[in-house]
C-alpha cells in the first residue's frame, strides 16, 4: 500500500527524506510569504484609512529619513503645500498629525481644548515627573486645573515676571560679559553650553534662591548635569517607545534601570534644595505656596 512504500521510504532513503523536508520548508515559506504582506495590509488598512494624507514613508522608520531637524519648520510647510494644511508624517511606528493652518490650531486648541489637552502616557515621563503629576506631563484632570490655576496666580503672574526682572537682567548681563571676555581672548564660545548655563542659573536663583555657583565645582555643575542627563534619557527611552523595541530587551532594561537611578538622585537633589529653602524662607505666604504645591 500507499502508507507502506512512503515509510519504507522515510525509514530507509535518507535522501527521501530530505526532499520532503525541502518540501515542506519550502511551502512553509510560501505560505509565510503570502500571508504575511496581506496581515500588514490590512493592518495597515485599517489603522490608516482616517488618517490624513502625507508622504509615503519607509518600513520600520516612516518618514523619519525625511526630516531635517535643522530646518523642521521650512520642512513642514513645504509638506502642507503639497499635502494640505492638515498632513500625517510616520514616526517609526507611531503615527503624528501636523497641522500648519493658524485658523485650525485656533480650531482646537480653542474651541476644542479639551480633546486634544491629554499627554502620551510614557513610561519615562511618568518616573521623571512623579507619575505625571506636574504641569508638563499630566494628563489633562482636575489635579492639573488647581496646579496650572497656582502657577497662574501666584507663579506666573505679571506682579511675580515683574519682581523676577532684576534677576532675568543680572544674569543675561553675566551672560553677555562671559561671551565679550571670550571674544576679547579669541576663545571659542560655546553656545549651547553658554545658553544651558544661563537657563539653568535663572531657574536656580528663581526656585531656590541661589546658582550654587560660589559652593565649589561640584555643586555648580550638578543642576547642568541633572539637565543633560534628563534630555538624554527622554530621548533615548522615546526611540525605544518609537521603534517598539521589544527586541532589544536587555538595552531596554538597562535603560529603564538607569532612569530610575537619575529619578531618585533628581528627587534627592530637589528635597534637599526645597528643606534649605524652607528653612530660610520667612515669607508666610510663600510658605502657604509651597504647601499647595505639596498638598496637590
Known sequence: TGTKLLIHLLSHSPSFVILVLTMLSLVLLLAICLILPLLIFFRKHKTTKHFPPGPKGLPIIGNLHQLDLLNISVQLADFSKIYGPIFSLKLGSRQAIVVSSSEIAKEIFKKNDHTFSDRPQLYSQQKLSYNGSEVLFSQYNESWRDIRKICVIHIFSSIRVAYYSSIRNFEVRKLIKKISENANSSSVT??????????????????????????????????????????????????????????????????????????????????????????????????????????D
Open 190 to 295: 560655546n553656545m549651547s553650553e553658554v545658553l544651558i548655563s544661563l537657563a539653568s542659573s535663572l531657574i536656580c536663583n528663581i526656585a531656590f534662591g541661589k546658582t550654587f555657583e560660589n559652593e565649589g565645582p561640584e555643586s555648580s555643575s550638578r543642576f547642568p548635569e541633572m539637565l543633560h542627563e534628563f534630555q538624554a534619557l527622554l530621548a533615548e527611552t522615546l526611540l525605544l517607545i518609537i521603534f517598539h523595541l521589544r527586541v532589544g530587551l536587555i538595552k531596554r532594561e538597562d535603560c529603564m534601570v538607569v532612569l530610575i537611578k537619575f529619578t531618585r538622585s533628581l528627587i534627592s537633589f530637589i528635597k534637599r534644595l526645597l528643606m534649605n529653602i524652607w528653612i530660610q524662607i520667612e515669607n508666610m505666604e510663600m510658605k502657604r505656596l509651597l504647601l499647595m504645591f505639596y498638598c
